[in-house]
């Protein structure tokens, strides 16, 4: 008869070094050993004191079960960690106040989730301390729901000095998540309840508190940590964020007169002989540039005619305008129905 040592009285015992025929979900006998002596000063106790047996028990196999799961005697999934290629998002640092309305995304895919992560800069203003607005976020959503969110968090490792970050307390917006930790540039989150999505998006000022001849660089990653099915995957997303300090924005668009209001209308436009459809939006560094616009477009079979353009200090009335760049220049140039 084969089996455990202890039910089969007629053979002899086991040497110390051979592990039980017993199956265990530990990587040694220890803890089986254990409860074998438990066990054993339990039936030696009276019955009146065996509460305190019990509850005596009940302390060592918690503390034994966290030791044996701290010393890697349990056997845990492992975890791999992916790092995604860097997202670098460039634009001039603005002179004026400034709709910016672009996105940066980031996508990973594989059998067990999608997740995206977005970036959404949103404007600038430059009342002290010049502020650049822009909103993170991420989505996760699992193809089934043994694939779930186990942390993840957002953080800013590194700025330009002067510069300062802070992400907004009163914008966080989570689903299925939990903050663990929160700081001026970081955010630690949890899953809760093994969902099958989860989702993340804050606000975040950005206060350059500096001149616009300083380029600056903050450093955003995200960190997503999920489970899918056997073990854990970390999945690492970094993007740059810059504001080029030698750039200045010109912004250039075309529109119609009509009945004395002025309707947006797409044109061809030159600066310094290359050649852009309106609305364009250029980084440039500082100089002089010559603006050209057609002087004849056609808007629904009629032909316009150009009539004059406006920017700051900016106003023509032929079809060609030189001007100096020396900070950030919104122009549009205005046609009429002949």
Request: hydrophobic share 40%.
């Amino acid at each position: 008869m084969i089996g455990c040592g202890w039910l089969d009285k007629t053979l002899p015992p086991k040497p110390e070094t051979t592990t039980s025929a017993c199956p265990h979900f530990f990587q040694n006998s220890y803890i089986a050993q254990m409860e074998q002596l438990v066990l054993k000063v339990f039936s030696m106790v009276s019955f009146t004191r065996k509460w305190m047996v019990v509850l005596l028990v009940c302390i060592i196999v918690s503390v034994s079960l966290f030791a044996a799961f701290e010393g890697g005697w349990i056997l845990q999934p492992s975890t791999e960690t992916i790092n995604l290629q860097n997202v670098d998002w460039v634009y001039a640092h603005p002179t004026s106040e400034l709709k910016i309305d672009e996105w940066k995304n980031a996508t990973f895919e594989d059998a067990a989730c999608r997740l995206e992560f977005d970036v959404y800069l949103a404007g600038y203003s430059p009342d002290p301390p010049s502020t650049l607005y822009f909103s993170v976020g991420f989505d996760f959503l699992g193809n089934n729901r043994n694939f779930y969110v186990k942390s993840a968090s957002v953080s800013f490792p590194s700025v330009t000095l002067p510069t300062k970050l802070e992400i907004s307390q009163a914008y966080l917006d989570f689903n299925n998540l939990s903050v663990v930790r929160a700081g001026t540039d970081y955010v630690d989150l949890v899953g809760t309840g093994n969902s099958l999505s989860a989702s993340f998006s804050d606000l975040v000022y950005w206060y350059t508190m500096s001149s616009s001849n300083l380029t600056c660089t903050a450093a955003l990653v995200f960190e997503v940590t999920y489970y899918n099915g056997t073990s854990y995957r970390r999945i690492v997303q970094p993007f740059d964020l810059i504001l080029e300090g030698d750039k200045h924005v010109l912004s250039i668009k075309t529109g119609l007169v009509s009945n004395l209001k002025p309707i947006p209308l797409n044109a061809t436009v030159w600066v310094n002989d290359t050649q852009y459809v309106t609305p364009v939006l250029l980084l440039l560094p500082p100089g002089t540039y010559v603006l050209t616009t057609e002087q004849e477009i056609f808007f629904n079979s009629s032909i316009c005619q150009f009539s004059s353009w406006g920017g700051p200090q900016l106003f023509g009335l032929d079809n060609s305008l030189t001007f100096n760049l020396a900070g950030d220049i919104d122009v549009t140039a205005y046609f009429k129905q002949k």
